[in-house]
Structures are given as structure tokens and as C-alpha cells.
């Protein structure tokens, strides 16, 4: 059984950075994508950025230039370096891993608030 488990949220004031990162335990096969996604309340859960075993990204427009996703295949781990933040980044973040099967995982989700 697979397991994410993400860290690194918290409240940082606007203009500042923060880094998540997430872990996959459980089967140690690998993945095709893995990346974040973002829920804000009364919102839908949408992609904030992925990254391919091979190192394509895509991000949402709205963090490009300020987000930077990384991951290291042989450990399972992404990464998400989130820097210039603005209050509409607050959100429940989820890290997200898609097997070349098609089988899909996600983590629990971490709070990241922006605010002074």
C-alpha cells in the first residue's frame, strides 16, 4: 500500500517562501508523474505543478516564476520550493503520484496560509 506523506506547511507572511516535500512509502515502484495540487475553501482542487519521471513540468500559470517543483525518482520524494508568496497561494496542499499503470495516490494534504 502506498502512503504520501507531506511537510513543510505552515503561515508565512506575504513575500516569503516556503518548501514543501513529500514522501512515498509502501511499494517502491516507481512513478510517472508526481507534483502538487492546491484546494482553497469553496474552491476546487486544482494542479499547482507536476513533474514526469523524465523531468517535464507544467505548472499553473499563477505560480510560474515563483514555484519550483523538484523530485528524486530513486527515493519517491517531490519537492515543492514556494517562493514570493501571496495570500491567494493560502490552501490545502496535496502532493499526488501517478503510476505508469494508472493507478493514483494522494497525500493527505498541508496547510499553507499566507497572511499578515
Known amino acids: 500500500q502506498v502512503q504520501l506523506v507531506e511537510s513543510g506547511g505552515g503561515l508565512v507572511q506575504p513575500g516569503g517562501s516556503l518548501r514543501l516535500s513529500c514522501a512515498a512509502s509502501?511499494?517502491?515502484?516507481?512513478?510517472?508523474?508526481m507534483g502538487w495540487y492546491r484546494q482553497a475553501p469553496g474552491k476546487q482542487r486544482g494542479l499547482v505543478a507536476r513533474?514526469?519521471?523524465?523531468?517535464?513540468?507544467n505548472y499553473v500559470d499563477s505560480v510560474k516564476g515563483r514555484f519550483t517543483i523538484s523530485r528524486d525518482n530513486a527515493k519517491n520524494t517531490v519537492d515543492l520550493q514556494m517562493n514570493s508568496l501571496k495570500p491567494e497561494d493560502t490552501a490545502l496542499y496535496y502532493c499526488?503520484?501517478?503510476?505508469?499503470?494508472?493507478?493514483?495516490?494522494w497525500g493527505q494534504g498541508t496547510q499553507v496560509t499566507v497572511s499578515s
Open positions: 513533474m514526469t519521471s523524465g523531468g517535464i513540468t
Open positions: 499526488w503520484a501517478l503510476r505508469f499503470s494508472g493507478a493514483e495516490y
Open positions: 509502501g511499494n517502491s515502484l516507481s512513478f510517472n508523474h
